[in-house]
């Protein structure tokens, strides 16, 4: 047995009984199989990278994705007569001398995962011109292994099991290639071409259509909070968002000036119906020539600064929309194909002409820009800092980041970029592009947050101030059905803030739109959902969405849209804490019910149901209850009939008990019940032992001060939560400038602890009041009020 210490480099080359050369590496080995080279490396004590590459090759490979440097280890290594054994504390790797598979334990041998037996392979590949391999290596799983993650999936699976997928990035499908296992590993596979993953009864299988290596790491959680921990460890943590980014938003595609904007923020406010985001798509540029000039061209948009200050005055917030692409006639595409820094392949849009579909007797000549480039970056941020960040938006609309590439022929694939073929680093490119506008608003001011929402991601683009949203999607109740688990799959690749349009984008399947009394209960159950999002946001095509465009205050339709646009808002604090245990500690937001209770193994492909936070369980209405076919004068027609109220089945996940949101009833875990779900309810239950904070009645998330909040108690079971706050809108919380006040339940002795505030930041509130509401199983809820001035508190019933 050997001590391998990372600070020194240990070089004990031999010739082992097989005839390989095996060195000791500072964090692992290295070692020639057969015809091939293998790397162990540890990065810590849990995450192991393990590169296989054919001897020829010369590796120099650099990750795009992965940030972590190797830790400070004292492994272990141990020679048998069959295997290379690497060991850390946690976590130990042994390679078979025969035939280079690998292998992962913990340190009493108990088997985690393995390689399938000699299934590595790299096959000769013409890349663009450039010799290379395709790679592929696939993986033994148990028969009954649940694996989660791999992005952005329109399958409504919730285990990725028993599947065939064609990675590429697309409008609606978003890939990272990475899962994890109910078992509580993880494994990324760091490869950006086309990739093809396989799951049978026989193995588990990345097959990639470039690389010069086989380069996977794996990881080890126990659990899937853990798992997440460690790819973030892996990858980058992820920022906090501002306050104001979890109320709602409003867009639609599009509104065709500034004055239609500020007239939508006008009448939320004369409604009286919270609103804190607006949002404008394209065209505010002019025309397709000008696409994604990031200028306001457009006539109906005369005095942009006007615009975003109006907004500003009326207490909400602009994004905007801009683009991987750029028209002829832009400054951008100017200097972008003087420096040969353009792909050339088919983009949206097709045409010059604003027409569908596109008159390609005027092509618009659009076409995408090489993020690889780092130049190219800077370009695109010099172009988008002096047109529009200049005016004080307050975020970026990032479309088509995956890109749009429409009429695929395999040789545009062959588009050079910085980095090599488009085809090698394919599937990294929103990662490139998002990255490149977050890393250049950190570096100009630190005064302002980034906020960007985009269309796609890859593996760690957690780190780079992005919310992901589901594509553009055709309304339908198939399609809502569908982002539940979508979401909670990308959730679980350790990319926490997913969202989606609420609604659907596309309104083909609804010919009446907004007559169609099947879509407004298929918007308003969607909005429902929307609303236990990490973003609540209404968008689409074909018709507007805005909450008056449903009816009026005292119709079911609009009520039922306002009593959850209200919820949300009431939900803030326990929402912005969430998201500051995202940041600090790891978590997610949006939690498939494995995360919680991997005990229960019916959770563990429920893919219908999910937990906000760790408190609250969330069941989404996602069938249509009220609305009837009817007959009148040979003429077939949709009614909404709401005489009768129909139910929802919902699992209540067992080990705990679990409180009615609207009722407070009380009622015991592992079993299904039904739910009477009116149109302005969906089920939604609150863990035993939850404690939540409950915000003020507003029309915007800062309106008012959190100094009166309801803080909500669900006895049966010891719980804590911590509340957390700060400035709302910089990065002070990165120099320490927050407070966090610890809440904490004991079942035993009936007492609820209020700990010492700890931290400090610019307008903290130093006093405040807490209404202390305990809710219990007699449905008898008990109320105290309490001064709170930062002082530890004990409260008994």
């Given at each position: 047995m050997k001590n391998i210490y990372w600070i020194a480099i240990i070089s004990l080359a031999f010739i082992d009984s097989f005839g390989q050369n095996k060195v000791n590496t500072d964090t692992g080995i290295k070692t020639e199989i057969l015809s091939n080279s293998i790397e162990i490396q540890f990065l810590s004590p849990t995450i192991v990278r393990v590169?296989?590459?054919?001897?020829?090759?010369?590796?120099?490979?650099?990750?795009?994705?992965?940030?972590?440097?190797?830790?400070?280890?004292?492994?272990?290594?141990?020679?048998?007569?069959?295997?290379?054994?690497?060991s850390s504390n946690k976590l130990k790797v042994k390679v078979n001398k025969k035939n280079a598979d690998v292998s992962f334990f913990d340190p009493n041998e108990k088997p985690f995962f393995a390689e399938k037996s000699e299934s590595s392979e790299f096959l000769p590949a013409n890349d663009a011109g450039e010799n290379t391999f395709k790679v592929s290596q696939s993986f033994q799983l148990e028969s009954d292994e649940a694996i989660y993650g791999l992005g952005i999936i329109q399958n409504r699976k919730m285990s990725q099991r028993n599947q065939k997928l064609k990675m590429i990035q697309g409008n609606t499908d978003d890939y990272v290639p990475f899962f994890q296992s109910v078992k509580g590993y993880g494994l990324y596979w760091d490869n950006y071409s086309p990739?093809?993953?396989?799951?049978?009864?026989?193995?588990?299988?990345?097959?990639?259509?470039?690389?010069?290596?086989?380069?996977?790491?794996?990881?080890?959680?126990g659990s899937a909070d853990g798992v997440v921990a460690q790819m973030r460890d892996l990858t980058g943590q992820a920022p906090m968002f501002p306050l104001w980014t979890y109320g709602f938003w409003q867009s639609k595609e599009r509104y065709k000036s500034q004055e239609e904007v500020v007239n939508v923020v006008k009448k939320y406010?004369?409604?009286?119906?919270?609103?804190?985001?607006?949002?404008?798509?394209?065209?505010?540029?002019?025309?397709?020539?000008?696409?994604?000039?990031?200028?306001?061209?457009?006539?109906?948009?005369?005095?942009?600064?006007?615009?975003v200050e109006d907004v500003h005055q009326l207490n909400a917030h602009l994004i905007i929309s801009i683009w991987s692409s750029f028209g002829p006639q832009t400054k951008p595409f100017q200097e972008l194909k003087s420096k040969g820094m353009l792909m050339d392949?088919?983009?949206?849009?097709?045409?010059?002409?604003?027409?569908?579909?596109?008159?390609?007797?005027?092509?618009?000549?659009?076409?995408?820009?090489?993020?690889?480039?780092?130049?190219?970056?800077?370009?695109?941020?010099?172009?988008?800092k002096n047109g529009l960040y200049s005016l004080g938006i307050d975020g970026w609309w990032m479309d088509s980041t995956e890109p749009d590439h429409l009429n695929h022929q395999d040789k545009d694939f062959d588009n050079k970029t910085f980095l090599g073929s488009f085809r090698k680093v394919r599937n990294a490119y929103p990662l490139m592009t998002v990255g490149g506008v977050y890393d250049h608003q950190r570096s100009t001011s630190s005064d302002k947050r980034v906020f960007i929402l985009t269309r796609s991601a890859f593996a760690g683009q957690q780190s780079k101030g992005a919310n992901t949203w589901s594509g553009d999607v055709t309304a339908s109740w198939d399609a809502l059905k569908n982002q539940i688990p979508a979401g909670l799959n990308f959730s679980m690749t350790g990319i926490p803030y997913w969202n989606s349009d609420i609604g659907g984008f596309f309104l083909n399947k609804f010919p009446k739109k907004l007559q169609d009394p099947n879509y407004t209960e298929l918007y308003t159950r969607w909005l429902q959902f929307g609303t236990f999002c990490p973003m609540m946001r209404s968008h689409g095509a074909d018709a507007p969405r805005e909450i008056y465009q449903f009816g009026k205050k005292g119709e079911v339709v609009y009520d039922a849209i306002e009593k959850f646009i209200n919820l949300r808002y009431s939900l803030l604090p326990y929402i912005y804490s969430n998201s500051y245990e995202v940041t600090a500690n790891q978590s997610s937001m949006m939690r498939a019910l494995v995360m919680d209770f991997p005990l229960d193994k019916r959770t563990h492909d429920i893919n219908n149901q999910y937990m906000f936070g760790k408190s609250l369980l969330v069941i989404p209405v996602t069938d249509p209850m009220y609305t009837k076919d009817v007959v009148e004068n040979g003429t077939a027609s949709k009614l909404q009939d709401f005489s009768s109220i129909k139910s929802t089945q919902v699992y209540l996940p067992a080990n705990t008990a679990w409180y009615d949101f609207w009722t407070s009833k009380k009622i015991e875990g592992g079993q299904t019940i039904s739910k009477e779900t009116p149109l302005d309810i969906i089920p939604l239950y609150v863990?035993?032992?939850?404690?939540?904070?409950?915000?003020?009645?507003?029309?915007?998330?800062?309106?008012?001060?959190?100094?009166?909040?309801?803080?909500?108690?669900?006895?049966?079971?010891?719980?804590?939560?911590?509340?957390?706050?700060?400035?709302?809108?910089?990065?002070?919380?990165?120099?320490?400038?927050y407070s966090l006040i610890k809440f904490k339940w004991n079942?035993?002795?009936?007492?609820?602890?209020?700990?010492?505030?700890?931290?400090?930041?610019?307008?903290?509130?130093?006093?405040r009041n807490f209404k202390i509401v305990f809710i219990d199983s007699e449905n008898n809820p008990k109320i105290k009020t309490i001064n709170y001035k930062g002082e530890a508190i004990k409260l008994g019933l």
């Open positions: 590169l296989k590459y054919p001897k020829s090759i010369v590796l120099d490979k650099k990750s795009l994705a992965v940030i972590k440097k190797p830790e400070k280890l004292n492994l272990k290594t141990v020679e048998s007569e069959s295997f290379y054994i690497v990739t093809n993953f396989i799951d049978d009864s026989n193995e588990t299988t990345f097959r990639s259509d470039v690389g010069n290596c086989i380069d996977y790491y794996f990881m080890l959680g406010r004369e409604l009286g119906v919270p609103l804190d985001g607006i949002i404008q798509d394209w065209q505010y540029w002019g025309d397709n020539y000008h696409w994604n000039a990031m200028e306001f061209l457009n006539p109906e948009f005369p005095n942009p600064q006007k615009f392949f088919a983009t949206w849009p097709l045409s010059g002409k604003d027409v569908w579909p596109p008159d390609m007797n005027f092509p618009s000549g659009v076409v995408v820009y090489d993020a690889y480039n780092p130049e190219a970056r800077d370009i695109y941020w010099k172009y988008l863990k035993a032992g939850a404690i939540i904070p409950i915000g003020p009645k507003v029309q915007f998330a800062e309106e008012k001060k959190w100094d009166d909040l309801e803080i909500r108690v669900y006895t049966g079971k010891d719980g804590a939560f911590e509340f957390y706050e700060d400035e709302n809108d910089n990065y002070n919380y990165e120099k320490g400038a079942e035993a002795t009936k007492k609820l602890t209020i700990d010492k505030r700890k931290g400090t930041f610019k307008g903290m509130l130093k006093s």
